[in-house]
């Protein structure tokens, strides 16, 4: 879309003088920094790969603004991708944290023409967990509280609860998101099994077992089930894109962030994604070890296990 366009419909890019300016226009977002706001902290976390998110620091509070631009951050303009990801994205945090506040920030503003969320900074020393999981960091409570989310998000939002007429506008709903859709079809369900430009592996080591899967026709004909239950069975609102890179912990709290890709879909979406996670993380563990972290559990901790 032309810049002058975008313009019209009173979308601008921010930097972090002009969010300086539409926070103190802002008062939802004002108040949460208790009104101080003539000294802002405030720091571009640029490990997202969409998105442009900003951690805002003042004396008496804090948040965080998340902007999403029309293309994809980490390819450049180059890949087209529609501003309205940041509805969704709002809408099924605000929807999940109705029904699992324990796991889910606060939205604090929406605006729909600047593709913008204000929302809780979860703050230190919360990490992502997919970086907690490398360093060999253990969490407890992460089972019970994912369990809970899962639980929570999905049952309370498919025809187990719901009446046919509340579930059928909810799936009416999301399924404008369906560009985000598309991505996943495209990066999860079929390009991994065929040559295609976003694939990379650790070549050449790994040539072959790549070759292998693009020759597997049961695999694939397994994939194009798992496919067209994706795209078909509206079961529950899924948070789409539950790697362990959504979720943020301590020992004690787990959070889970950016439902861009929500939809309603086959429940077995999210709890696969979150699964398959924890086992590459699992077998990654080796790889890791070092003289300081054997990455082997205590024989004790084993027996409790089984
Ligand atoms: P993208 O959709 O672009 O992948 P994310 O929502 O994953 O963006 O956010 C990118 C990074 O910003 C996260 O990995 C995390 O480090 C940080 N972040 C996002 N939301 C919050 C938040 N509410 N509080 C603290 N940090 C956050
Ligand atoms: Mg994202």
Redesign the pocket.
């Known amino acids: 879309m032309a810049a002058a366009e975008e313009q019209q419909q009173g979308f601008h890019p921010l930097d972090e003088a002009s969010l300086v300016a539409y926070i103190k226009a802002t008062p939802a977002l004002a108040a949460r920094l208790g009104g101080r706001l003539d000294a802002l902290t405030i720091k571009e ?1 640029g ?5 442009f ?1 900003y ?1 805002v620091l003042s004396e008496a509070g804090s948040v ?1 603004v ?1 902007q999403a631009l029309p293309y994809v ?1 980490c390819v450049g303009d180059s890949w087209p991708m529609t501003r309205e990801r940041a509805y969704f994205e709002a809408s099924a945090l605000q929807k999940h944290r109705s029904l699992c506040p324990d796991h889910v ?1 606060e939205v604090y503003h929406f605006d729909r023409a600047m593709s913008l969320i204000g ?4 703050e230190p020393p ?1 990490i ?1 967990l997919r970086k907690g999981l490398i360093a060999g960091v253990e969490y407890p409570l992460l089972a019970e509280h994912m369990a809970d989310y899962m639980a929570k998000t999905l049952f309370f939002t498919s025809l187990l609860n719901n009446n046919t007429t509340d579930h059928k506008k909810g799936v009416a709903q999301y399924c404008d998101n369906v560009e985000m859709c598309r991505l996943t079809e495209q990066v999860v369900f079929s390009d991994p099994y065929m040559l295609a430009k976003y694939n990379r592996c650790t070549s050449p080591f790994l040539d072959n077992d790549a070759a292998a899967v693009r020759e597997d026709a049961e695999l694939k004909l397994e994939i194009a089930e798992l496919k067209s239950m994706f795209i078909e069975r509206a079961q529950a609102l899924l948070h789409g894109d539950f790697h362990t ?2 979720i ?1 912990v301590t020992a004690d709290s787990t959070q889970v ?2 439902p ?1 890709f929500a939809f309603y879909g086959p429940m077995g979406f999210d709890i696969g994604a979150f699964l398959g996670n924890l086992i590459l993380a699992y077998f990654s563990q080796d790889g890791h070890a070092d003289q300081a972290n054997d990455r082997k559990r205590e024989e004790g901790a084993r027996q409790t296990i089984c």
């Open positions: 976390v490990d997202g790969n969409l998105n998110v951690i965080v998340k951050r920030p929302m809780r900074y979860i919360h992502i890179g959504s943020m962030i950016d861009e």
